[in-house]
C-alpha cells in the first residue's frame, strides 16, 4: 500500500480534461514537501512531467498542470490526447520514512 | 546529450548476488545524488534511496537496508546497485534516476531516468 494514493485509472474522451489526485498526509504533502508527477509508458522509464508542484520541465506541453493544496496534490491534463495514454505517478517526500514515497500510479485511457 | 545508460538484463538463482551498473554519459555523475527506484512486474514505482556523489555516503529506505548496497566508482562516471541474497521477490526493473537541480538546490524530483536493468531471480 503507497504512501500517497492515487485511483488506480481515470479516462476521457480525446480533448476533454481529466484529473488524478494524490492524496498524501502530515508527514509528506500536508508538510509541504514538493510533489512531482511523471509520465510512464509501458517498458520505458518515467519521465518527469511536473516538479516541484506546478513546474513542467522544457518540452513538457502545457496541457498538463499541477496543484497541491493541503495534504493533496493533483495533476490535470487539458485536451486529452490518445498519446496522453500512460500511467502517471505522484511523489514527494515524507519525513516520517526519511525520504522519497511514490504514489501508486493511475493508469490513464483515452476512450 | 546526456544519459544514464544501465547494464543488461540478469538472470540469477536465489541466493546469489546483482550489481548493476549505472554509467552517466555526456556530464560527470557528481555532484548529482543519485537515486535507485525498483518496479516489480505490473507494480508502480517504490524509491529504495540515495547515494551522495561526492561524497559516497548511502541512504537506503527503509524496506531496502541489509541486502542492498549503493556504490560508486566516480573515475568511471558509475553509479552501482548491488543486490545480496536474492529472493524471487527481487525480480523486477531497477532504474538509476538523478536528482534534478533547479532554483540553486536539489529539488527531489528525478529529471533523468536509465532505461532500467531487468533482475530476474529465478531457480
Known amino acids: 500500500q503507497s504512501v500517497l494514493t492515487q485511483p488506480p485509472s481515470v479516462s476521457g474522451a480525446p480533448g476533454q480534461r481529466v484529473t488524478i489526485s494524490c492524496t498524501g498526509s502530515i508527514s509528506n504533502i500536508g508538510a509541504d514537501f514538493s510533489v512531482h508527477w511523471y509520465q510512464q509508458f509501458p517498458h520505458k522509464a518515467p519521465k518527469l512531467l511536473i516538479y516541484t508542484n506546478r513546474n513542467r520541465p522544457s518540452g513538457v506541453p502545457d496541457r498538463f498542470s499541477a496543484s497541491k493544496s493541503g495534504t493533496s496534490a493533483s495533476l490535470a491534463i487539458t485536451g486529452l490526447q490518445a498519446e496522453d495514454e500512460a500511467v502517471y505517478y505522484c511523489?514527494?517526500?515524507?519525513?516520517?520514512?526519511?525520504?522519497?514515497?511514490f504514489g501508486g500510479g493511475t493508469k490513464v485511457t483515452v476512450l | 546529450q546526456v544519459q544514464l545508460v544501465q547494464s543488461g538484463s540478469e538472470l540469477k538463482k536465489p541466493g546469489a548476488s546483482v550489481k548493476v551498473s549505472c554509467k552517466a554519459s555526456?556530464?560527470?555523475?557528481?555532484?548529482?545524488?543519485m537515486n535507485w527506484v525498483r518496479q516489480a512486474p505490473g507494480q508502480g514505482l517504490e524509491w529504495m534511496g540515495w547515494?551522495?556523489?561526492?561524497?559516497?555516503?548511502?541512504t537506503y529506505a527503509q524496506d531496502f537496508t541489509g541486502r542492498f548496497v549503493f556504490s560508486l566508482d566516480t573515475s568511471v562516471n558509475t553509479a552501482y546497485l548491488q543486490i545480496n541474497s536474492l529472493k524471487a521477490d527481487d525480480t523486477a526493473v531497477y532504474y538509476c534516476?538523478?536528482?534534478?537541480?533547479?532554483?540553486?538546490?536539489?529539488?527531489?524530483?528525478?529529471?533523468?531516468w536509465g532505461q532500467g536493468t531487468m533482475v530476474t531471480v529465478s531457480s
Open positions: 547515494i551522495n556523489t561526492k561524497t559516497g555516503n548511502p
Open positions: 555526456g556530464d560527470t555523475l557528481t555532484p548529482y545524488p
Open positions: 534516476a538523478r536528482d534534478f537541480f533547479t532554483l540553486g538546490s536539489y529539488s527531489h524530483a528525478f529529471d533523468m
Open positions: 511523489q514527494s517526500y515524507d519525513s516520517s520514512l526519511g525520504g522519497s514515497v
